[in-house]
Every structure is written in structure tokens, then in C-alpha cells.
């Protein structure tokens, strides 16, 4: 399988941010940036793999500025890491105020989406080759990442063992 520019998988979306899209705080909701993250992301999962591809964990949100009605939102998002199966997603977060300019770093996230086949089947995907510094320093550190995920998961599976299905307020009745 031939490799793949990460450049071939980036996504760029720019949003306004009105108020009805903020919360208590007037800044945006932190549920609706994960929505238009996990968007983004998809297309760079599906652009890379040129497949069907599903979310498999939302590994980081990391929310570092707050993002107010006075800015506008640009999500950026390239597949940073490839496994077998699964792509890494990277998405940066940039707000800049529509009055002065200043823009800033306001999230970063991690994403990890898996390819399918056409019988929903994890399929093979291609390898990404990192070109600008942003995307070598992204690619040298995924490793870590996909160590940290791999026993994450296994510590949600130890969890999910020992819990019920039980609805847990009917034994309040």
C-alpha cells in the first residue's frame, strides 16, 4: 500500500460563533466544539483512507483559551499518526477576535478513527508521511500516544467488566 502526504488528509473549517452557540459563561460550548471537532476529524479519517471510517476514541480535548462571540473558530485537522487500521487525527483550535486580529491557540485534540471495509470490517489503511515541522514533531510523539491509548483502553475494558447494565435508579424505587 502506498503512503500518503498528511497535507492530502487536512481539513479546514472556520466558524462564526453567534451567541446561541455559548453558554453561562458567554463562551462557546464545549460540547459543540467536540461536535464540530469529531466533524472535522471524520474527513481527514475518510480523505487519508478513502474509506467508511468510524471514531474509535476521542482521546484529548484539551481546551486552552476560551472562545467568545467576538471570535470566529478555524479548525484545522490533518491525520497525523497511522496504526494498521486506525489514523491518529489532529485538530488545533485556533479563535481570533473578528475586531483586533489576535488570534490564538484556543483547543487541541487527538482522535483516533478506524477504517472499514464494505462489511464493516477493519480494513488496512496507508501510512502518513509527515512534511512540515508541525506535522514531524506530531508524527515523532505519536507513539507515546498510541502506547498511552492502547492502556487507557484496556483500563476502560478492567472497568466496564465489573459494571452493571442495570438501570441504577430503579433500586431507589
Known amino acids: 500500500m502506498e503512503k500518503k502526504y498528511a497535507r492530502e488528509s487536512r481539513v479546514v473549517k472556520t466558524s ?14 464545549g460540547g459543540l ?58 485538530v488545533k483550535i485556533v479563535a481570533e477576535n473578528l475586531r483586533t486580529g489576535e488570534r490564538r491557540i484556543a483547543a487541541t485534540s487527538f482522535i483516533t478513527f478506524v477504517a472499514l471495509d ?4 477493519p480494513v488496512a489503511v496507508p501510512q502518513v508521511i509527515p512534511e512540515t515541522e508541525e506535522e514531524k514533531k506530531l508524527f515523532a510523539t505519536a507513539e507515546r500516544r498510541a502506547e498511552a491509548r492502547r492502556a487507557h483502553r484496556e483500563v476502560s475494558r478492567e472497568l466496564a467488566s465489573t459494571l452493571t447494565v442495570e438501570r441504577s435508579w430503579e433500586k431507589y424505587k
Open 16 to 29: 462564526r460563533v453567534f451567541p446561541t452557540h455559548t453558554n453561562n459563561h458567554d463562551t462557546l460550548f
Open 33 to 90: 466544539l467536540m461536535s464540530y471537532i469529531d466533524d472535522i476529524a471524520s474527513i481527514s479519517a475518510a480523505r487519508h483512507s478513502r474509506r467508511e471510517c468510524v471514531t474509535a476514541s476521542t482521546d484529548s480535548v484539551d481546551f486552552l483559551r476560551p472562545i467568545t462571540p467576538d471570535d470566529s473558530v478555524c479548525l484545522e485537522s490533518v491525520v497525523s499518526w497511522t496504526g494498521h487500521t486506525s489514523m491518529e487525527v489532529f
Open 118 to 121: 464494505d462489511n464493516k470490517k
